[in-house]
């Protein structure tokens, strides 16, 4: 699918790593690319357009982005007509030092700044890209899909670049979500997950006071959706009122991912979370006292500045009171431009933080073991995702991974599994006959 020769544009590749609101980004740049007549193409080396979606979150991330970029300099040196663009938390408000650095780089867009893009491609084509670009929806939605409701965050962790990236909150309309969600049921899409870095603060900055209780409730009466999730809150916007939808509505899944991020108060207050460890659990039991069987994920900072042996331990003992589902644990890596970098040492050697990783993983699949082992036996409802490896693939209610042999079609649908075999990652078992 080569472009005509002559610089016009037929097709599109976009790269992707990070979090889901990355994925979400991708997919509505692909719906917008797509409607400006261009189609996908299977690998960089084929497309017309190459897009890479960046993340900084992490160093190893960052790598992945600057080893990616490397590649696309031969991809522009071989066709250089050929467009090449980065998008996401990599690319801040001020461009010059990246432009430098990656010259062959012919477009920088900060996240869901897609207009740049749009632009240039618009002008090759000799359209005016506005004109021809509706609602950005997933295009390549099959049962589950992304809606991003919130961009941005207010809170600046002391630890985190993203509201220097992706900027202060911004929510979107409640209709809007919903006639998005309405369109994307009606292309077959069962399971929305709603998108944003603080999702439970979402209406927090609209005018006529809608918050995520709302917008769950207005999204329950969609017809052909069967589920709704969200990610990722923050303990100090988790409501009573959000609680209570999620144990009230039959669509809203019983999962909450809730990052602690420390279990100690010193630490915590080092990181800007604007919680106590003590809170964090009040939190926790509302939760648990509210929605029967809710299943629970956290996300989890080892080695962070200042952190000593016994703030790990407090941070330790908290998982092992909690019991959570799933724990994503990471070692913590010093970002240029955040509060750390400019005001705390990054004290813990990488030996330490590593070893402390290693025992957060060690407990969690433990736990996991146990909780799951607690599922032998019981028939659970399963939205059915796929196939792999000749099995069918689906999630339960509560986020946990299900495979199952069976000859039938299961796609899309939702499937009674009865579990005859589990472990700490993912559950396998038998569809009852229907
Ligand atoms: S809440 Fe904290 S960690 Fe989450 S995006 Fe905002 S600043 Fe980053």
Redesign the pocket.
């Known amino acids: 699918m080569p472009g005509a020769g002559d610089g016009t544009p037929t097709s599109y590749h976009i790269w992707t790593i990070g979090c889901q609101m990355n994925k979400a980004d991708s997919d509505r740049l692909a719906s917008a690319l797509e409607q400006l007549g261009l189609r996908p193409a299977p690998t960089a080396q084929n497309a017309d357009v190459v897009v890479f979606n960046s993340c900084v979150v992490r160093q190893s991330a960052e790598d992945k982005v600057v080893g990616a970029l490397g590649m696309a300099k031969s991809l522009k040196r071989h066709r250089p007509e050929r467009i090449v663009a980065l998008m996401g938390c990599m690319v801040g408000p001020k461009k010059d030092a990246l432009e430098a650095r990656f010259g062959h780089v012919d477009v920088f867009m900060q996240p869901q700044q897609y207009a740049p893009l749009l632009e240039l491609v618009g002008e090759r084509l000799g359209v005016d890209y506005e004109g021809c670009i509706g609602p950005l929806t997933d295009v390549h939605a099959d049962v589950t899909s992304y809606i991003p409701i919130i961009q941005?965050?207010?809170?600046?962790?002391s630890?985190?670049?993203?509201?220097y990236r992706?900027g202060r909150q911004v929510s979107r309309t409640l209709p809007d979500i919903v006639r998005e969600a309405e369109l994307l049921s009606a292309r077959g899409v069962r399971e929305v997950t709603l998108l944003g870095?603080?999702v439970d603060a979402y209406g927090h900055d609209l005018p006529g006071g809608d918050d995520l209780a709302d917008l769950l409730y207005a999204l329950n009466d969609v017809c052909g959706l069967e589920r709704i999730r969200f990610l990722?809150s923050?303990p100090m916007y988790m409501s009573d009122r959000i609680i209570r939808a999620v144990a009230e509505l039959p669509k809203v899944c019983e999962h909450i991912n809730l990052?602690v991020?420390a279990g100690d108060d010193e630490v915590l207050s080092s990181?800007?979370?604007t919680y106590s460890a003590d809170e964090y659990l009040s939190t926790i039991e509302r939760i648990r006292s509210t929605v029967p069987g809710v299943a629970l994920s956290t996300?989890l900072i080892v080695g962070f500045c200042g952190e000593t042996e016994e703030a790990f331990e407090a941070s330790y003992r908290l998982l092992e009171q909690v019991r959570f589902d799933k724990v994503h644990v990471a070692q913590y890596s010093t970002r240029e431009g955040t509060i750390a970098h400019r005001t705390l040492t990054d004290d813990v050697p990488q030996e330490e933080k590593r070893r402390r990783l290693k025992a957060v993983d060690a407990l969690q699949e433990r736990v996991a073991t146990e909780i799951n082992e607690r599922l032998l036996g019981e028939t659970l409802e399963v939205l059915v995702e796929g196939r792999d490896k000749g099995k069918w693939r689906g999630r339960t209610r509560t986020d946990k991974l299900v495979f199952f042999e069976d000859a039938g079609d299961f796609h899309g649908k939702l499937a009674r599994v009865r579990i005859t075999k589990t472990s700490p990652w993912s559950l396998q078992g038998e569809p009852e006959a229907v």
Request: proline share 9%; glycine share 4%.
């Open positions: 941005g965050c207010d809170l600046f962790c630890f985190c670049i993203i509201p992706r870095q603080t990722t923050h990052p991020q990181m800007r979370r996300d």
